[in-house]
T-cell receptor, first 117, second 119 residues
């Protein structure tokens, strides 16, 4: 079946522009996560949705970052007034949700590479 | 303190040989999960293997196995019979219960190890 898809794959923005990054999770996956991966680093958690509810946004670096998942499927990560330090790869992951085995494997999309000039 | 430590920034292995990638972790949560992901140059994170904190046996998936030593808090990935296509970044990650958000189970990643397979 189809995996997690993200668009656009690449985005170049001028400092101060707003950007919107889209994530299409695997069909039927309840949980959706956004991560930010700086060059040469591991991904860092940004926010988590269970269906349409945003249950954890503790990783969002500032109030310029906003995420939504209004119908419990597609999610959008919006960054307002982009800064150069926002340049990174933004990864989306989805999972079935908590399983009896407690595994909840997260499956990742290809990411969106954002470059802010 | 780092929650996930990967001490090998880069590793080389001869094709068809086995290689071990190190990972140590730090948690006080008795219920946790450990994951390994592969990230080729294309950027996608590919799930390889999972080990739960209560699992009695080491996890195996094809050529991948996880050497889980709970008392030492280590979860090393072993790749047997390395192939050229194994060249990539490898990330160890941990899932704990999160108290910052109800039911949140985000992953905490290490800095990764770059594996290069030599023909």
């Amino acid at each position: 079946g189809a995996g997690v898809s993200q668009s656009p794959r690449y985005k170049v923005a001028k400092r101060g522009q707003d950007v919107a990054l889209r994530c299409d999770p695997i069909s039927g996956h309840v949980s959706l996560f956004w991560y930010q991966q700086a060059l040469g680093q591991g991904p860092e958690f940004l926010t988590y949705f269970q269906n349409e509810a945003q249950l954890d946004k503790s990783g969002l670096p500032s109030d310029r970052f906003f995420a939504e998942r209004p119908e419990g499927s597609v999610s959008t990560l919006k960054i307002q007034r982009t800064q150069q330090e926002d340049s990174a790869v933004y990864l989306c992951a989805s999972s079935l949700g908590w399983t009896s085995q407690g595994q909840e494997t997260q499956y990742f999309g290809p990411g969106t590479r954002l470059l802010v000039l | 303190a780092q929650k996930i430590t990967q001490t090998q920034p880069g590793m080389f292995v001869q094709e068809k040989e086995a290689v071990t990638l190190d990972c140590t972790y730090d948690t006080s949560d008795p219920s946790y999960g450990l994951f390994w992901y592969k990230q080729p140059s294309s950027g996608e994170m590919i799930f390889l293997i999972y080990q739960g904190s209560y699992d009695q046996q080491n996890a195996t998936e094809g050529r991948y196995s996880l050497n889980f030593q709970k008392a030492r808090k280590s979860a090393n990935l072993v790749i047997s019979a390395s192939q050229l296509g194994d060249s990539a970044m490898y990330f160890c990650a941990m899932r704990e219960r999160s108290y910052s958000g109800a039911g949140s189970y985000q992953l905490t990643f290490g800095k990764g190890t770059k594996l290069s397979v030599i023909p």
